[in-house]
Structure formats: structure tokens, C-alpha cells
């Protein structure tokens, strides 16, 4: 709906209107996510919704604990409320699972306007946790992955289940920690026998002091997406998953433009968003994050968000 200079104060009541209105609101499936407009605004949301998508570990939180539960600085809750309160929607992307994504929504507004991409992208989540996509792999990858690498006591070898619950074969390590810091349970499956046709979200390691990045990666696991996400996790999930895949389906069903999509993260399972949308990395990213990005920010513990957000992409 094209608005001419005589007709800008008209254009402000509209746009002031539309915000009080906005998002009437999401009806959901397991399948699809459908959102419902009152006609009558729905070129105002055309205009001016905006969707974001933000990794978490690195990105918008540091390495800071207090009381056992990472750091949210006060400055990016203010951001990220600042969004919502416009009726922006905000996407959670990150290779952890529904609860540990959830976890950091719990002081933010409007929550309805709240999505969640877990495993990287393997489900995606509307606000009240029903399942809007997913994209599974078998249980038997996660036995070929522990087979292929196996022979290091100090790794772990890991799985998320579809009911987020964390699974290990051989020794725990770091399985219990990955449990707490997800909200998740944690489980032996070493001498486990599952049903066939058991699906997993993703199969992971920790790979203690070898760099993640410099592992081989094996033929026996072509048919899955394989790659580093930190110098010291390695993950395996479906071919067609990738953060941007989920961003682009959130994008689609909520008719958002695709320049009005940011995209905010520092691993190699950002770079697809990054490279899609408006995206900004922190300094303290991988090299590919960074050459993906269009900006690079400050880093987390200097509130790179929120930098990127006012200096850059002129939104706060």
C-alpha cells in the first residue's frame, strides 16, 4: 500500500493502529504455521514487520555464569523487548534444544512473537513449543558416527533425541553438562537397543583438545550435513537442515520481506543465514561466520548485538 508525502500522517494512524492489532494471531499445525490478518492491516505488517534471527552461545551470550545459569546482559534483554514491543518476531537459532533455547526467553515480552530454530535448524518451534518443522536422522547415524570416531576415552559421543532427552555411548564426559546447561535428561544408551526406525534430532561429539574443524569426514556419513560447530563440538544432522532453512520458512509464513530479515551469529552453522539475510557476526567469530556477514560487531561481552542493531542497521 504505497503512501504519498499528503498522505503520511494518515499513514502514521494506520501504522500506530496496526501495531495495537498485530499478530491476531498465530494459528499452528505440526505441519505448517498459518498466521491470521485482519485484512485492513495487512499491507500496515507488510510495511513494517521485521523478523530477526539471533545464535545464542557467542552471539548474543559470553561464557559468564551466575548462580549456574549463563548471563543474558541487561542491555540485549532491553533490545531484544524493544523488538517485540514494535511486533518484530524473534528467532532463537542455535544448536541447542527447545528447553535450552526457551531458557533465555523468560524475561522477554510478548513471547507470542517468540520462534525457535533447535539442533540447528533441525525443528522449528513456535512460542508455546509445538513442533511447525522438522527434519530427522536415524538412530543408526549416530551408532556409524561413535564407530567411525571412535578410540578417544576424552570425547563424548552424544545424541538429542526427538523428546530432548541427551543420549551417550561410552563414558558421559561432557554429556551431563550438555544436559543441565538444555534444561535436558541425560541417558546411557551404551547397551540400549531401540526399535527400527528410531529418529534422532542430531548426533554430536565433544573432541577434547583436537580441533573439531580438522576432522575428516567420512563417506559412510555423505548422505548427512557433517561439520564443526566450535573448535571442540562436532555435529551431524539431516542433508536439507541449516539455520537458514527455518529462518526462510518463518519469512515465508509470516510474509516478511526478505530485507527485512537480520540474521546474528559467529559459527560455520550460521554462515547460511548470514550469507542470506542482513547478517552481522561478532569479532570473535569463525573466519567463515565473518566473511559470510555484511558487518562484523563487537563481540558478546561487549554487547555486539546491540551495537550491530543501532550503529549499523539503524533499528534501536
Known amino acids: 500500500?504505497?503512501?504519498?508525502?499528503?498522505?503520511?500522517?494518515?499513514?502514521?494512524?494506520?501504522?500506530?493502529?496496526a501495531k495495537k492489532h498485530?499478530?491476531?494471531?498465530?494459528?499452528?499445525s505440526k505441519k505448517r504455521l498459518d498466521l491470521v490478518f485482519s485484512?485492513?492491516?495487512?499491507?500496515?505488517?507488510?510495511?513494517?514487520?521485521?523478523?530477526?534471527?539471533?545464535?545464542?552461545?557467542?552471539?548474543?551470550i559470553d561464557d559468564r555464569f551466575e548462580n549456574g545459569y549463563f548471563v543474558v546482559y541487561p542491555e540485549i534483554i532491553d533490545?531484544?523487548?524493544?523488538?517485540?514491543?514494535?511486533?518484530?518476531?524473534?528467532?532463537?537459532?542455535?544448536?541447542?534444544?527447545?528447553?535450552?533455547?526457551?531458557?533465555?526467553?523468560?524475561?522477554?515480552?510478548?513471547?507470542?512473537?517468540?520462534?525457535?530454530?533447535?539442533?540447528?535448524?533441525?525443528?522449528?518451534?513456535?512460542?508455546?513449543?509445538?513442533?511447525?518443522?522438522?527434519?530427522?536422522?536415524?538412530?543408526?547415524?549416530?551408532?556409524?558416527?561413535?564407530?567411525?570416531?571412535?578410540?578417544?576415552?576424552?570425547?563424548?559421543?552424544?545424541?538429542?533425541?526427538?523428546?530432548?532427552?541427551?543420549?551417550?555411548?561410552?563414558?558421559?564426559?561432557?554429556?551431563?553438562?550438555e544436559a543441565?546447561?538444555?534444561?535436558?535428561?541425560?541417558?546411557?544408551?551404551?547397551?540400549?537397543?531401540?526399535p527400527e526406525g528410531t529418529t534422532l534430532q542430531k548426533a554430536s561429539m565433544t573432541t577434547g583438545s583436537i580441533d573439531a574443524h580438522t576432522l575428516s569426514l567420512f563417506p559412510e556419513l555423505a548422505a548427512y550435513r557433517s561439520y564443526a560447530t566450535s573448535s571442540f563440538f562436532f555435529e551431524i544432522m539431516a542433508n536439507d537442515v541449516s539455520k537458514a532453512h527455518t529462518v526462510e520458512l518463518l519469512r515465508q509464513q509470516l510474509s516478511i520481506a526478505q530485507d527485512d530479515v537480520y540474521a546474528f551469529g559467529d559459527g560455520d552453522n550460521d554462515i547460511s543465514m548470514l550469507e542470506a539475510y542482513h547478517g552481522s557476526a561478532p569479532i570473535n567469530a569463525s573466519e567463515g561466520a565473518k566473511k559470510a556477514a555484511r558487518f562484523i560487531c563487537p563481540s558478546a561481552s561487549e554487547r555486539g548485538v546491540v551495537f550491530a542493531l543501532k550503529e549499523q542497521w539503524k533499528i534501536l
Open 180 to 194: 543441565r546447561f538444555n534444561e535436558m535428561g541425560c541417558e546411557d544408551f551404551t547397551n540400549r537397543v531401540f
Open 79 to 177: 533490545a531484544l523487548n524493544t523488538l517485540l514491543d514494535r511486533g518484530d518476531a524473534v528467532l532463537f537459532a542455535s544448536g541447542r534444544s527447545l528447553k535450552g533455547l526457551a531458557q533465555f526467553s523468560r524475561k522477554l515480552l510478548h513471547q507470542d512473537r517468540l520462534f525457535y530454530s533447535a539442533s540447528n535448524g533441525t525443528c522449528l518451534y513456535d512460542h508455546e513449543g509445538q513442533l511447525l518443522y522438522h527434519s530427522y536422522i536415524p538412530y543408526s547415524v549416530f551408532l556409524k558416527m561413535c564407530e567411525l570416531y571412535s578410540g578417544h576415552p576424552d570425547w563424548t559421543y552424544m545424541c538429542y533425541t526427538t523428546n530432548d532427552i541427551v543420549g551417550y555411548r561410552g563414558s558421559p564426559n561432557f554429556a551431563p553438562e
Open 22 to 28: 498485530r499478530l491476531n494471531r498465530y494459528e499452528t
Open 39 to 60: 485484512p485492513f492491516f495487512e499491507k500496515c505488517y507488510a510495511l513494517t514487520m521485521k523478523l530477526f534471527a539471533f545464535d545464542i552461545d557467542g552471539t548474543l
Open 1 to 17: 500500500m504505497p503512501f504519498g508525502k499528503k498522505n503520511q500522517k494518515n499513514r502514521e494512524k494506520l501504522l500506530k493502529k
